[in-house]
């Protein structure tokens, strides 16, 4: 059973600060890995991919990948009462270049209070 | 217009009755998907396409089942639909025309309601 975690939330942040949202996923040879927000009573939308270990920035977010520990995080600077959502990890598990299948996490609620 | 339209948007059924719920797509991709989302158990994989010839199950397919009548359509049938089977379903495309990002776009979504 290949599974991704995230931590349950809600997660309560004041407006400006960084939000941290961490997952963590069961399959060593997952190769992508993506964050996804979702509004209330919205559909996901993607806001971040990652392919390798390290950092990737877009503006106030940046996704951090580890392989070795099988871990993905999303950080949120300079909060924003417009970033309260949903944010959901999904990971990669299909073979072959083309063949996506992803899994998503529960996800986490964030709230940025004003 | 959205580029994956779902229809119906919202429907409330009876036990036991036939549901089908459509999704088509303009973006011309070639992977479409139906995901399930209930409450605190986040998406769900129901059933994926990766071109008309191709249909594969999920992690929770059972009682369900799916069509691929062209490359931009993509239908779910519950046969004979259950409470349980009531939560919020998402259509999804991705990929297509050397574009395998691994980028999912969804549809707005289709809540059933099985009473």
């Known amino acids: 059973q290949k599974e991704v975690e995230q931590n349950s939330g809600p997660l309560s942040v004041p407006e400006g600060a960084i939000a941290s949202l961490n997952c963590t996923y069961s399959d060593r040879g997952s190769q992508s890995f993506f964050w996804y927000r979702q509004y209330s009573g919205k559909s996901p939308e993607l806001i971040m991919s990652i392919y390798s270990n390290g950092d990737k920035e877009d503006g106030r977010f940046t996704a951090q990948l580890n392989k070795a520990s099988q871990y993905v995080s999303l950080l949120i600077r300079d909060s924003q009462p417009s970033d309260s959502a949903t944010y959901l990890c999904a990971v990669n598990w299909g073979s072959g270049g083309s063949n996506y299948k992803l899994t998503f996490g529960k996800g986490t609620l964030l709230t940025v209070n004003p | 217009d959205a580029d994956v339209t779902q229809t119906p948007r919202n429907r409330i059924t009876k036990t036991g009755k036939r549901i089908m719920l459509e999704c088509s797509q303009t973006k011309g991709h070639d992977r479409m998907y139906w995901y399930r989302q209930d409450p605190g158990l986040g998406l769900q994989l129901i059933y994926y396409?990766?071109?008309?010839?191709?249909?594969n199950k999920g992690e929770i397919s059972d009682g369900y089942s799916v069509s691929r009548q062209a490359q931009a359509k993509f239908s779910l049938s519950l046969e004979s639909a259950i409470p349980n089977q009531t939560a919020l379903y998402f259509c999804?495309?991705?990929?297509?025309?050397?574009?395998?990002?691994?980028?999912?776009?969804f549809g707005e979504g289709s809540r059933l309601t099985v009473l």
């Open positions: 396409s990766f071109d008309v010839k191709d249909i």
């Open positions: 999804a495309t991705g990929g297509g025309g050397g574009r395998n990002t691994g980028e999912l776009f």
